[in-house]
């Protein structure tokens, strides 16, 4: 049974930093494509940042590009985001996604696999 776990998430001041990760469980992950959304209250939820498989290999939303950065270690089975200089407007519940693919999906409906998701909130 395949599990994520997200960790990390919390209240940080505009400007600030927040890294989170998620740990995979259940299969071997070397093969799937790890993707982080949000959704923010009131709002659907939307792609962050998606990883392939290797690991070599990544894809942003456009409005996120040089703040984000996302990695993976595909020894330990984890994902994680890196959040910079953090706005008002990245407040959100954070999900980590998985699906057995070998390119980079960008939609929610690519990906079979959820964590609980964890609540970053950033004040102004």
């Known amino acids: 049974q395949v599990q994520l776990v997200e960790s990390g998430g919390g209240l940080v001041q505009a400007g600030g930093s927040l890294r989170l990760s998620c740990a995979a469980s259940g299969d071997s992950f070397s093969n799937y494509a790890m993707g982080w959304f949000r959704q923010a209250p009131g709002k659907e939820r939307e792609l962050v940042a998606v990883i392939n498989w290797t690991g070599r290999s990544a894809y942003y939303a456009d409005s996120l590009k040089g703040r984000f950065t996302i990695s993976r270690d595909k020894d330990k089975n984890t994902v994680s985001l890196q959040m910079n200089n953090l706005r008002p407007v990245d407040t959100a519940v954070y999900y980590c996604?998985?699906?057995?693919?070998?390119?980079?999906?960008?939609?929610?409906?690519?990906?079979?696999?959820w964590g609980q998701g964890t609540q970053v909130t950033v004040s102004s």
């Open positions: 996604a998985a699906v057995f693919d070998h390119g980079l999906p960008h939609t929610e409906q690519d990906y079979d696999y």
